[in-house]
């Protein structure tokens, strides 16, 4: 567990007034769809660098046991690694929103993965992460219902989270070039 921060819990004001601003202006319905995206690249072997469309650049790659160098995490991490952050960025939203004051949070993310399945996925075993376990640390004023109250919406809202529970549609498709 990491320390805890120093500094003296607040509400964030300004915060919550961006929020509040924000949710006002958005439609709700089919059509307030945003995109997001990102490009991936092999590097090496399976080494790689994502970039998304505002520049920002994220590299991934397998333990060195997988035939990776080891030297940026795989991406069954990255998935845990954006369930955690999307659970916190969507607690801090909803908390400053309702005017509540989040110290700390931490949130551990833990799942197993059958990986013989990788080689062999006709094998009757499910690939991917299996049982996908979430801990919650969260340092707060909040009394016991507000902070049930904020995680109920956080995990209603969170759009990783909510990915991962309702297994989006993967539209694929190759484009060969020779």
Do not use: C, W
Request: hydrophobic share 40%.
């Amino acid at each position: 567990m990491s320390r805890r921060p120093e500094h003296v819990e607040r509400y964030d004001q300004p915060l919550a007034k961006l929020l509040v601003d924000m949710s006002a202006q958005m439609a709700i319905g089919p059509d307030a769809l945003e995109a997001v995206s990102a490009r991936v690249v092999r590097l090496t072997r399976f080494s790689h660098t994502a970039t998304t469309p505002r520049g920002l650049t994220i590299d991934i790659d397998e333990p060195v046991g997988f035939g990776g160098t080891g030297q940026a995490p795989d991406p069954a991490e990255y998935l845990l690694a954006a369930l955690g952050a999307s659970l916190s960025v969507t607690l801090t939203a909803h908390a400053a929103m309702r005017g509540l004051a989040i110290d700390h949070i931490e949130i551990t993310t833990n799942a197993r993965i059958h990986a013989p399945s990788f080689f062999k996925p006709r094998s009757g075993k499910r690939p991917g992460l299996l049982d996908i376990d979430v801990v919650v640390i969260l340092t707060s004023s909040m009394t016991n219902p507000q902070a049930r109250g904020v995680l109920a919406e956080a995990v209603r809202a969170s759009p990783v989270l909510r990915s991962l529970k309702r297994r989006p549609r993967v539209n694929l498709q190759l484009q060969r070039v020779p």
